[in-house]
């Protein structure tokens, strides 16, 4: 019944910027975070990005400093602003809604994915 669903991603050359958007059916606040995840070609799915109810944002370290998590709490909604895109950032992005509380307890829950290319 939780949705989570993100868009925007795209193609972009490198250097580029490109901001995602995540839209959740429940209130930010009803759930320990929302965070960004991302998948490359040939490897393991990976932490990006995640902000908490309170506010706090946390990055992984291979997007400090290019990668902006922010929040419109008013529309259940979470974004990722990436700039200064490398080639290596080329990968589907999922938005995940972490320990939402639902009617049978905790529950974690993903979106579809958007796809991000960068190259030349």
């Known amino acids: 019944q939780v949705h989570v669903v993100e868009s925007g991603g795209g193609l972009v050359r490198p250097g580029g910027s490109l901001r995602l958007s995540c839209a959740a059916s429940?209130?930010?606040?009803?759930?320990?975070?929302m965070g960004w995840f991302r998948q490359a070609p040939g490897k393991e799915r990976e932490f990006v990005a995640l902000?908490?109810?309170?506010?706090?944002?946390n990055y992984a370290d291979s997007v400090k400093g290019r990668f902006t998590i922010s929040r419109d709490n008013d529309k259940n909604m979470v974004f990722l602003q990436m700039n200064s895109l490398k080639p290596e950032d080329t990968a589907v992005y999922y938005c995940?809604?972490?320990?939402?509380?639902?009617?049978?307890?905790?529950?974690?829950?993903w979106g579809q994915g958007t796809p991000v290319t960068v190259s030349s």
């Open positions: 902000i908490t109810s309170s506010g706090n944002g």
């Open positions: 995940k809604a972490v320990g939402v509380v639902t009617s049978t307890g905790r529950q974690d829950y």
């Open positions: 429940v209130s930010i606040f009803s759930m320990n975070f």
